[in-house]
């Protein structure tokens, strides 16, 4: 990981002024479980303060398992979470937190679906939304299936709406990122357009965590430029 590059890139946007709507820092979520709370961010089109090796340290002794080396580079040395695919990358405090399991073996090598556990998800939802099933039973019955997909083996490296950003740290995915969305889990893989999107027909294409972020951020520099 370049970092000299990487911060030259943030710089430049960063400049830039008014940002496209896309890339505004607002829509960006801000920290929940993280000491000190959406003050863990900067204002404006930046990254939180860098961690200590100490906050490594103890990072990874609460997950069970090492940090890859790319993510060591980005949150000592790029920041503590700020931009980035998704609703950007989640401060080191919240990947902890989101990351139970980290140490357990991720299963997959392909798309995975489960028709069966899914219909059942969507049945229980149903009984909640007319009144005749518990909320609490929804909810479980999506936990049920979202466990199946992802029971562990990755750190949750960011979040959107549709679901979540895994970085694999134990099967054969290793070193790979994955989203572990509401109906399926699926590699991630470039495209023309989107080039850090989902690569849904299980081509060996992969994006690691530097080749995602780098993806976005090369992309976040192209439509930040202003028209002539």
């Given at each position: 990981?370049?970092?000299?590059?990487?911060?030259?890139?943030?710089?430049?946007?960063?400049?830039?002024?008014?940002?496209?709507?896309?890339?505004?820092?607002?829509?960006?979520?801000?920290?929940?479980?993280?000491?000190g709370?959406?003050?863990?961010?900067?204002?404006?089109?930046?990254?939180?303060?860098?961690?200590?090796?100490?906050?490594?340290?103890?990072?990874?002794?609460?997950?069970?398992?090492?940090?890859?080396?790319?993510?060591?580079?980005?949150?000592?040395?790029?920041?503590?979470?700020?931009?980035?695919?998704?609703?950007?990358?989640?401060?080191?405090?919240?990947?902890v937190?989101?990351?139970?399991?980290?140490?357990?073996?991720?299963?997959?090598?392909?798309?995975?679906?489960?028709?069966?556990?899914?219909?059942?998800?969507?049945?229980?939802?149903?009984?909640?939304d007319?009144?005749?099933?518990?909320?609490?039973?929804?909810?479980?019955?999506?936990?049920?299936?979202?466990?199946?997909?992802?029971?562990?083996?990755?750190?949750?490296?960011?979040?959107?709406?549709?679901?979540?950003?895994?970085?694999?740290?134990?099967?054969?995915?290793?070193?790979?990122?994955?989203?572990?969305?509401?109906n399926?889990?699926?590699?991630?893989?470039?495209?023309?357009?989107?080039?850090?999107?989902?690569?849904?027909?299980?081509?060996?294409?992969?994006?690691?965590?530097?080749?995602?972020?780098?993806?976005?951020?090369?992309?976040?520099?192209?439509?930040s430029?202003?028209?002539?």
């Amino acid at each position: 990981m370049n970092v000299q590059e990487i911060r030259e890139t943030i710089r430049k946007i960063a400049q830039r002024a008014p940002l496209p709507k896309e890339l505004q820092y607002g829509r960006f979520k801000q920290s929940s479980s993280s000491k000190g709370g959406a003050n863990n961010f900067h204002k404006g089109w930046g990254y939180a303060s860098p961690v200590t090796n100490r906050e490594l340290q103890a990072a990874e002794t609460t997950l069970g398992v090492e940090l890859p080396a790319c993510l060591r580079t980005f949150y000592k040395q790029i920041g503590n979470g700020g931009p980035g695919p998704g609703d950007g990358i989640l401060p080191l405090a919240d990947l902890v937190a989101h990351s139970p399991r980290a140490g357990k073996r991720f299963p997959h090598t392909s798309c995975w679906r489960d028709p069966g556990l899914l219909d059942q998800a969507a049945a229980a939802n149903q009984r909640a939304d007319r009144g005749n099933g518990s909320v609490e039973a929804a909810i479980q019955a999506s936990e049920k299936y979202k466990l199946a997909g992802f029971p562990g083996g990755g750190l949750m490296v960011a979040q959107d709406m549709g679901g979540d950003f895994i970085l694999v740290v134990n099967g054969d995915e290793v070193g790979n990122v994955w989203r572990v969305g509401c109906n399926d889990v699926a590699p991630l893989g470039p495209s023309k357009d989107m080039p850090y999107t989902i690569d849904y027909d299980n081509t060996r294409q992969r994006l690691t965590f530097e080749r995602w972020f780098i993806a976005w951020l090369e992309y976040a520099d192209r439509i930040s430029i202003p028209p002539s």
